[in-house]
């Protein structure tokens, strides 16, 4: 079972069907919908300020969410991608969005929807990205327009999450 902590009085909550890996860590005012998942060593650390996290959005291996009391929350939306690796911090990332492995994402940014950012990439604090853009680099720039169906990623951990919970 995962590492589900309180913090303050704060407990994490969690729709039906949701897979925590058993390293998993997911500590404080942590709030997820339906179907979510967080993988082997990623952390959801709703300490300073609330995480919302919507349906179908997993949270990949060795990534971390979290919050700063300064800028406050960080919300995420519906069947979004958070890949390996990633650092999401006090910001915003809109539904269906696909983060890239070992990408950084800084306080105030904002992801729209269905918008990819490219593995690698760092976004800066306060840096609104537009919906279905591709953004990648160091700082993160417009790349190019998606494609249909390209961020449709998170349907795939649904199914993961199925056949972990199953064994």
């Given at each position: 079972m995962?590492?589900?902590?309180?913090?303050?009085?704060?407990?994490?909550?969690?729709?039906?069907?949701?897979?925590?890996?058993?390293?998993?860590?997911?500590v404080?005012?942590?709030?997820?919908g339906?179907?979510?998942?967080?993988?082997?060593?990623?952390?959801?650390?709703?300490?300073?300020?609330?995480i919302t996290?919507?349906?179908?959005?997993?949270?990949?291996?060795?990534?971390?969410v979290h919050?700063?009391?300064?800028?406050?929350?960080?919300?995420?939306?519906?069947?979004?991608?958070?890949?390996h690796?990633?650092t999401?911090?006090?910001?915003?990332?809109?539904?269906?969005?696909?983060?890239?492995?070992?990408?950084?994402?800084?306080?105030?940014?904002e992801?729209?929807?269905?918008?990819i950012?490219?593995?690698?990439?760092?976004?800066l604090?306060?840096t609104?990205?537009?919906p279905?853009?591709?953004?990648?680099?160091?700082?993160?720039?417009?790349?190019?327009?998606?494609?249909?169906?390209?961020?449709?990623?998170a349907?795939?951990y649904?199914?993961?999450?199925?056949?972990?919970?199953?064994s």
């Open positions: 995962a590492l589900i902590k309180s913090y303050k009085g704060l407990s994490p909550k969690w729709g039906k069907d949701c897979y925590f890996s058993e390293n998993a860590t997911i404080g005012d942590v709030t997820m339906d179907q979510c998942s967080v993988w082997f060593n990623a952390v959801v650390r709703g300490d300073v300020a609330p996290i919507g349906d179908r959005t997993n949270v990949q291996d060795g990534s971390c919050v700063t009391h300064d800028t406050g929350p960080t919300h995420i939306g519906s069947d979004v991608t958070i890949g690796n990633v999401v911090h006090a910001c915003t990332i809109h539904d269906g969005a696909l983060i890239g492995m070992g990408s950084t994402l800084l306080d105030g940014c992801i729209g929807e269905g918008a950012v490219a593995a690698g990439a760092l976004v604090q306060n609104k990205i537009p279905h853009e591709i953004w990648g680099g160091v700082p993160a720039k417009y790349l190019k327009p998606t494609r249909p169906g390209q961020t449709d990623n349907a795939h649904v199914e993961y999450a199925k056949e972990y919970l199953k």
